[in-house]
């Protein structure tokens, strides 16, 4: 039982440590508009070109700039700005205004509140913008700017947030030009290197020239998430905000709330409470996945341990039993100078106590032993004791064994002092 209880609460707290690395897990964002009363009451079919005539409609994929060719029509994404050069369309991400799609940054005052209130919270303040990423050192043999998401954030919360993003050897630097990370593949593509100067600037060709805010950072780290993040690049909050011309404007606020999953729907009902006009939704991919492993591993820990107790009452029957048999003349002789039964009974009851004490702690030291054994060599991690397995676990051996003297309650009254002298 020890050895059980000390797993299951060092390995829930080492799974819940390694779950960090997956990052946020709930999400504040804006809230999206509420449908119009037509697409309330069902599907609405959308106004596509017809293939059948005009004015008729028909389902198929609304008209579409060609990846291919300058006028031409074909089915495929949206018009989308270019990763691999100037005035080229390719895959990447959509042309959308960023505006139309922020929160105001105060909103970090209630949630950093919350922080507080509850422990094992991080918060994460976040923008996303489409930018257009040139390498200072212009290459031929490679395309002239990037078409990127440029995600502005706390760098080393961001960091923090994801343990396991790995960075590359980071350099040193205090010059005046804002720091940044980018994605190993765009630094691939652009062949750039920690310690290297890239520029940026917003991806929106509408804009005049002399409106354009631009930004030169310093390269201190290239980013391998394994992920879209390798495709992206980050760099301060308040410098992406300048870029883009958003101050005081975030995209979302990203959070990692520790606990089980029922600890953390409650927590998003009261954030939700607190800031009505967000949308708080969990990443349920992670959430669930979190709950299904801590509760496998709970259920498969409590049914051994139910197991065991099933067997600990067995055979502590079967031990006071084979006791008052083998004391039979010795509680003939007490009950012959006045010994009631309650009082044989007492000094049963006191001797199971004392047993179950004693095997307690015995068990508490080994299986606080094992547990720590079986942790290294099982799981890698390096298991601390809990401090309440050892009076949980003896103090239940000692109700076990005063439970289990009860039980000869019969057996001790069936004992007739005059038959067990006489020694039949």
Known sequence: MSTLLNLYGGVRRCMTQEFRAYGANVVLAPRLSPPTEEASQGWVRPKLNSQVGEGKQAWRMPELPSPVGDGKQ?????????????????????????????????????????????????ALPVLYAVVRLKPIQPDPRLPDFVNVVAVGTDLGGMSRMNPGWRESQGTDYSGPQPRCMVGARIASRLRVVSGGTIYLEPADLSLEEDARAAATCHLTSVLTTGSSEDEQVFLPLE?????????????????????????????????????????????????????????VIRWFLLSVTALILIIIIMCLMATMTAIALERRKDIGVMKSLGATDLQVMRWFMAEGAALGIMGGAIGCLLGSGSAISLARHLFGVTLNVIWWTSPVVCSLAALL?????????????????AVVLRGE
């Open 239 to 295: 410098e992406l905000q300048r870029v883009m011309g958003m101050p005081g404007k975030i995209s979302l606020v990203q959070l990692r709330l520790e606990g089980e999953r029922g600890e953390i729907e409650g927590s998003i009902r009261k954030l939700s409470r607190a800031l009505p006009g967000l949308d708080v939704r969990p990443i349920r991919q992670i959430v669930y996945s979190e709950g299904r492993v801590l509760g």
């Open 74 to 122: 074909a089915r495929g994404m949206p018009k989308l700005p270019s990763p691999v050069g100037e005035g080229k369309q390719g895959w990447g991400m959509p042309e959308y205004s960023a505006a139309s799609n922020t929160i105001d940054q105060a909103v970090m005052g209630p949630v950093e509140e919350f922080a507080r209130q509850r422990q094992g919270v991080t």
């Open 401 to 417: 064994a005063i439970g289990a003297a009860l039980i000869l309650v019969r057996t001790v009254r069936a004992i007739e002092p």
